[in-house]
């Protein structure tokens, strides 16, 4: 019922019954008890319906419950983004990485997360989350990390002490497959694939509406599979992501051009049919 909330702003209990399809009495019941622990607040009156009646009171998630801390840890830097229960953005910020060592990861995260600053919420960070271009087990567990050297350190337990907070770890196309499902008006959708292109290539898979990961988390890992390519006539074989991601794409026709480009630079020349 809370998700019902979340995902539909101001909604009615007759139309939360009518979702999920829940008599109004068990409904009345369970939303006393979330508007008790403040999870849940009304916001004004609907519209009555075409037979009249009485307005319907409307429902929402309170957006100062707490807040969460999302982390997105790209190869070169680590994007932190504050929420309000509600999903709405608090601040975001973003930090360059010294190298490539999670103990430096985690230096940073220690020196620019303030979990004393409850940001007006009644109960401060709720959780954090953390998006990586990698692997990870049903166990929570990161089996692969292309490019950080994890040091046998566990990300999600160092967080959890000093963020004094759950902490949930996931692959970041998995994660863009769930905005692209829950959020981006693509909810109409059971099944959809998020295509994630950069320095490597993954895929995040909605199957049934729900994230498909694989036996170990590895669904969607396209970026590894091997094909071969031609050089000099001798055959060789490269991962896909070596020859088709983004940052593999900018290598090869920067060495072609004989000038480092950049994405944007890429697209202009693609669209001025650069025969390159």
Do not use: W
């Amino acid at each position: 019922m809370l998700r019902e909330i979340y995902n539909h702003h101001n909604i009615s209990r007759t139309q939360i019954s009518k979702n999920l399809e829940i008599n109004k009495a068990t409904i009345s019941s369970i939303l006393n008890k979330l508007k008790i622990k403040s999870l849940v607040r009304e916001v004004g009156e609907g519209d009555s319906t075409k037979s009249g009646g009485r307005k319907p009171i409307l429902l929402k998630v309170n957006h100062l419950y707490g807040y969460f801390v999302s982390l997105d840890l790209t190869y070169s830097s680590v994007d932190i983004m504050y929420n309000y229960f509600d999903g709405n953005i608090i601040k975001h910020q973003s930090y360059e990485l010294p190298d490539d060592k999670a103990s430096s990861i985690l230096k940073v995260l220690k020196e620019n997360i303030d979990i004393s600053n409850k940001y007006e919420t009644l109960n401060g960070l709720l959780g954090v989350s953390v998006s990586i271009h990698g692997v990870v087990d049903n166990e929570q567990n990161i089996t692969y990390l292309p490019f950080h050297d994890t040091e046998d350190i566990c990300l999600s337990q160092e967080i959890k002490k000093f963020a004094n907070a759950p902490v949930v770890i996931e692959n970041e196309a998995n994660l863009s497959a769930l905005y692209e499902h829950n959020f981006n008006r693509n909810n109409a959708h059971k099944n959809l694939i998020s295509l994630s292109i950069h320095k490597g290539i993954g895929a995040g898979l909605i199957i049934n509406d729900q994230l498909y990961r694989g036996e170990n988390g590895e669904a969607g890992e396209i970026g590894k599979t091997l094909m071969s390519k031609m050089v000099d006539n001798i055959e060789t074989f490269h991962k896909v992501e070596d020859i088709f991601s983004q940052e593999a794409l900018l290598q090869n026709i920067s060495m072609q051009m004989n000038e480092r480009i950049t994405l944007k630079e890429l697209i202009k020349y693609y669209n001025d049919k650069n025969p390159i």
